[in-house]
């Protein structure tokens, strides 16, 4: 109950286009969903959040789309540049602020 | 911009010794993580600190393992005697309050040899 689930494992877009990163989870306790970006040798750095009481929520070109019901959530990048090619987690927390990641997206954006 | 800091970078240490990983937080900061990363998977809880003690550990988190806050601004995780499988990147991050964002550090990358 305690597993987010993402997917695709890794992506290749075209510069310009759109990147859709999937995830889903099983607890309804979790209240807070994240997305981190990582390149490589650094740490995850926080992209963009939402909480359940809003579907989407947009940020310059990030946008999280949220389906309570199905308790799904996903990542959209639009018009994805080079510089975005990095390692994606969706991660969900609760009440304690423990963070269950999932198991990331490599994201390479072809120029 | 206020960050985590971590040090060591990268450690390598011998099989069966001890090391201290260590963490200053943003200094307003008042809920303290430490994560580990296995090459290549995903980021695992390890254990969460307030009001200095623990508030929440995983099962990852054995006896093996201590945290520290021993001077008010260092965070340090603790591994008594490294295996093989310790070997990892381990992030600490930490929060100003419930329900707000984490912040992470760059991790240190311990190599157990």
């Known amino acids: 109950q305690q597993q987010v689930k993402q997917s695709p494992q890794s992506l290749i877009v075209q510069k310009g286009g759109i990147s859709i990163i999937n995830c889903a989870y099983e607890n309804t306790a979790f209240d807070y969903f994240p997305w981190y970006q990582q390149f490589p040798g650094k740490g995850p750095a926080l992209l963009i959040a939402?909480?359940?009481?809003?579907s989407e929520k947009k940020e310059g070109r990030f946008t999280i789309s949220f389906n309570k019901s199905a308790k799904q959530f996903s990542l959209h990048i639009m018009d994805s540049q080079p510089g975005d090619s990095a390692t994606y987690f969706c991660?969900?927390?609760?009440?304690?602020?423990?963070?269950?990641f999932g198991t990331g997206t490599l994201l390479a954006v072809q120029p | 911009e206020p960050e985590v800091t971590q040090t060591p970078s990268h450690q390598v240490t011998q099989m069966g010794q001890e090391v201290i990983l260590r963490c200053v937080p943003i200094?307003?900061?008042?809920?303290f993580y430490w994560y580990r990363q296995i090459l290549g998977q995903k980021v695992e809880f390890l254990v969460s600190?307030?009001?200095?003690?623990?508030?929440?550990k995983s099962e990852i988190f054995d006896d093996q393992f201590s945290v520290e806050r021993p001077d008010g601004s260092n965070f340090t995780l603790k591994i008594r005697s490294t295996k093989l499988e310790d070997s990892a990147m381990y992030f600490c991050?930490?929060?100003?309050?419930?329900?707000?964002?984490?912040?992470f550090g760059q991790g240190t990358r311990l190599t157990v040899v």
């Open positions: 200094s307003n900061h008042l809920y």
């Open positions: 991050a930490s929060l100003v309050g419930l329900n707000t964002e984490a912040f």
């Open positions: 600190f307030y009001n200095n003690e623990i508030s929440e």
């Open positions: 939402i909480r359940p009481d809003v």
């Open positions: 991660a969900a927390g609760g009440a304690t602020n423990k963070l269950i």
